[in-house]
Nanobody, 118 residues
Framework: QVQLVESGGGLAQAGGSLRLSCAAS????????MGWYRQAPGTQRELVAV???????NYAGSVRGRFTISRDNAKNTVYLEMHSLKPEDTAVYYC????????????WGQGTQVTVSS
């Protein structure tokens, strides 16, 4: 089992910045990817950014160029630097980690609220 604990988030003005962190604990040796998803009220959870253990990244088009994901494998921690925030970035952000054992096994954090005011 893997536990994910998020920190950061909160309230920011449009154009501002925030940083999210997510620390993984437990059976982390087999983790392959870590990343962030978000869910706004009335919408489906969507991918924001993901990074593999080898450093390969993938971003949603809506955040590319504004958000940066990074990972400290030694600390089993993933970060999301968010810049040029927009009101439409407002959502609950969830940390995700996954391993591949013939199938993908997902782990989720409890979520952290990000609110961007106009």
């Amino acid at each position: 089992q893997v536990q994910l604990v998020e920190s950061g988030g909160g309230l920011a003005q449009a154009g501002g910045s925030l940083r999210l962190s997510c620390a993984a604990s437990g059976e982390t040796a087999s983790l392959y990817g870590m990343g962030w998803y978000r869910q706004a009220p009335g919408t489906q959870r969507e991918l924001v950014a993901v990074i593999t253990s080898g450093g390969k990244t993938n971003y949603a088009g809506s955040v590319r160029g504004r958000f940066t994901i990074s990972r400290d494998n030694a600390k089993n921690t993933v970060y999301l630097e968010m810049h040029s925030l927009k009101p439409e970035d407002t959502a609950v952000y969830y940390c995700n980690a996954y391993e591949i054992r013939g199938r993908i096994i997902d782990y989720w954090g409890q979520g952290t609220q990000v609110t961007v005011s106009s």
